[in-house]
């Protein structure tokens, strides 16, 4: 028996939010495909931390809406007609209609991730939950070629061996150098979790670092949340920034803009992302914007401000108090230093992808990096490796320097999971051609 014989999976997933699941359902309908005389089954399971499927829970604020279409699920982009698309979700609570009538293409977060639940419910048996993966083990064969990789589970155990690993492991929170998270210092990530728990207000304040879309929902939900608390959002900027939504910058998450990025020289590529970061990242919906200047100036009214904007500031100190923190606020432009008295104080700070070299263990001299150090990863998202490891391993997320702004966002989700599955029923073709097996179609 050859080493690939004894290969159990074709695909270990590592982590099972967004991007696997849609990877998951590809899988299964080119299996349903298959079936029915399409290329050969695939075999993927999925190993994921959480003790059950959730994404960005932490940050499910009541009336908070996606900032992408509802098209852009997990499978329509890639087939219209898959039955894991939002619309036959919504059918199937009997709300498709009332959606319809609701003519938005924005649904709530909350609801989304129904959906995300929903569907990732539907394949609890190819999950293994309650998982942390520690490291991959490469498999040699009889030439000392690396020809599998077993998936070692924290403690100890093997989740499987397996001739392809897509690391989905999304976003990991970030921080300012010098800060740790505590009962009262937190990132937003953590924010419904954290407030759940948090002791009576004894300083009725909080402190909200950032100007993106997170902050500026989380500044939100305090100021309605806790009616009696004073609400501080400290950013370097003047004031928020609008999200650009518009149609034509928009096209910068359209599959074919992968395309148009990937092949770009490095400058160009450092350009788009420069001319259109402002899609994405340190801006905000403008209905909220105006939402929360709508507030600022009621309150000027009322002659009780309650939501302060202390723009042009950065935090310069953090002590922790018996029942709070206190945190030092430094006006950048006259120098002036604010001590504010706060119960909780929470950095929305932002998120950074997971760095993939923590997991390749032993793999990680194989697989190629470019002259900043970052991972070389081929259009299909497969990392660039040695000829001696002859396993793919494939990237959902982190690969913006590559294939641009929407390589972690769910606007690219299902494309991107076809073109991953796609990439490894070619070399899996290709390796039983070597092999001198009968080609998947014939087996
Ligand atoms: P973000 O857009 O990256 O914004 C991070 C903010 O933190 C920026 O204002 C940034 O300021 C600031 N910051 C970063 N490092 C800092 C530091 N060391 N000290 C002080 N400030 C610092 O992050 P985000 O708001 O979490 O949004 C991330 C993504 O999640 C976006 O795609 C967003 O649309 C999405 N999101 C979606 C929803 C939704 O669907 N409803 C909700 C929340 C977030 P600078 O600009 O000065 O760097």
Known sequence: MSTFDSVSHDVIGIGFGP???????????????????????????????????????????????????????????????????????????????????????????????????????????RVRYGTTVRALRPVTGENGDVVAVDVVAADGGTVGRARNVVLGMGLRPRLPAGVHVSERVWHNSDLLTRLKTLPELRHQRFVVVGAGQSAAEVAEHLHTTYPHAEVCAVFGRYGYSPADDSAFANRIFDPSAVDDFYDAPEHVKRSLLAYHGNTNYSVVDIDLIDELYRRVYQEKVAGRERLRILNTARVAGIDRLRDGVRVQIDHLSSGDRLPVECDALIFATGYEPADPADLLG??????????????????????????????????????????????????????????????????????????????????
């Open 19 to 125: 991007s696997n699941l849609a990877l998951a359902i590809a899988v299964r309908e080119h299996n349903e495909r298959a079936a029915q005389g399409g290329p050969g089954r695939v075999d993927a399971l999925f190993a994921e931390r959480q003790a059950r499927f959730g994404w960005h829970r932490g940050m499910l604020i009541e009336g908070a809406t996606m900032q992408v279409s509802f098209l852009k699920d997990l499978a329509t982009m890639r087939d219209p007609t898959s039955e894991y698309g939002f619309l036959s979700y919504l059918r199937e609570q009997g709300r498709l209609v009332d959606f319809i009538n609701h003519k938005t293409m924005f649904p709530t977060r909350v609801e989304f991730h129904d959906y995300l639940e929903w569907a990732a419910a539907r394949f609890a048996d």
């Open 362 to 443: 032993e793999l990680a001299p194989l697989c190629e990096r470019d002259g900043r150090g970052r991972p070389r990863v081929a259009r299909d998202y497969r990392l660039v490796t040695a000829p001696a490891l002859r396993c793919g391993i494939y990237l959902q997320g982190g690969t913006e320097h590559t294939h641009g702004l929407s390589s972690s966002l769910l606007s690219n989700a299902a494309i991107r999971a076809g073109e991953i599955l796609h990439s490894v029923l070619e070399h899996r073709a290709a390796h039983d051609l070597h092999d001198g097996r009968a080609p998947l179609a014939a087996r």
